[in-house]
């Protein structure tokens, strides 16, 4: 029992006198820790200057295990897969019917694209008119569309009128995409071969109220540079159209939904309106469908 108790007591005074110099790593001159500004050499390429990155490299591992001309295939499936396949879709935003107070119309507006997440091949068209009556407007538009960042578009192309008479060609450069707080925006310039310039300015948003019914509101401003009279276009601001549609999707490729739609026509816009012996504004209740594949 004494013999026990002796141990006891010797062994923390060994402990604190132990050598532990044996487990120490050995610092050369120049290590790091003895020199601070030493280069951290690992190998590389010592003309490469500080901060560039490295050249991509040009082997690939799997290739010693598997046929280079194999892997060569999948890797470029692989990168087409993740950005480099050619989409395609027609969305037909809105194909309604609207109710006015004696005087029934319709109206169309749609989209069809073919191209990459990059550049895009866009075929615009949208018109109006009264029902069992003429064709108001009608226009199309062949634009092509490239991306800028993740939410924004540049387009340019050209636009060609059908109605109103006589027939208007426009050269048309704008920007489209999703601003802050999910608004759907778009912007264009038009100028036409007769010189006249205009710009129309558009935006909506999706308001949730379940996963399928969706409200959206939306706003169409024109603005014109000089009077056109002969389409019945007055400089500067145009008309103004508001509208606010309830949808109900069915399935997201299609949606019915009914609305109120509000239009105005304004200054020498709205003057010639008059002279034609039309209103200046005009409120309508719509039922239509959205659809798209």
């Known amino acids: 029992m004494l013999g026990?108790?002796?141990?006891a007591v010797a062994l923390p005074a060994q402990a604190q006198t132990m050598d532990h110099?044996?487990?120490e790593?050995?610092?050369?001159e120049t290590s790091p820790a003895a020199d601070p500004h030493a280069r951290h050499d690992m190998g590389g390429d010592e003309t490469i200057p500080k901060g560039t990155p490295p050249p991509v490299p040009t082997d690939h591992a799997a290739d010693a295990l598997y046929d280079p001309a194999v892997m060569a295939r999948a890797r470029a499936a692989m990168v087409k897969e993740s950005g480099g396949m050619i989409?395609?879709?027609l969305m037909i935003d809105r194909l309604e019917y609207r109710v006015q107070d004696g005087r029934d119309g319709y109206h169309w507006e749609g989209e069809g694209w073919i191209g990459g997440d990059i550049n895009r091949l866009a075929i615009k068209s949208e018109g109006e008119g009264a029902v069992g009556g003429?064709?108001?407007?009608?226009?199309?538009?062949?634009?092509y569309s490239r991306a800028i960042d993740p939410w924004w578009n540049i387009v340019g192309g050209v636009r060609?009128?059908?109605?109103p008479q006589p027939e208007r060609t426009y050269a048309t450069i704008g920007i489209e995409g999703l601003a802050p707080y999910w608004f759907e925006?778009?912007?264009?310039?038009?100028?036409?071969?007769?010189g006249d310039a205009h710009l129309r300015l558009e935006g909506s948003y999706d308001q949730r109220i379940t996963q399928r019914l969706i409200l959206q509101p939306a706003v169409e401003v024109n603005l014109a540079a000089q009077d056109v009279p002969?389409?019945?276009?007055?400089?500067g601001l145009s008309d103004i159209e508001l509208g606010l549609r309830l949808r109900y999707e069915i399935a997201r490729e299609f949606a019915p939904y009914v609305g109120v739609n509000w239009e105005r026509k304004l200054g020498d816009t709205a003057r010639f309106a008059r002279e034609e012996g039309e209103g200046a504004s005009a409120t309508s209740l719509v039922v239509g469908v959205r659809f798209w594949f």
């Open 134 to 143: 003429a064709l108001e407007s009608a226009e199309v538009q062949a634009l």
């Open 87 to 89: 989409f395609s879709q």
């Open 185 to 194: 925006v778009e912007g264009q310039i038009f100028l036409s071969h007769k």
């Open 230 to 235: 002969e389409i019945g276009i007055g400089s």
């Open 160 to 163: 060609q009128d059908f109605r």
């Open 25 to 28: 790593m050995p610092q050369s």
């Open 21 to 23: 110099s044996a487990h």
């Open 4 to 7: 026990l108790v002796l141990l």
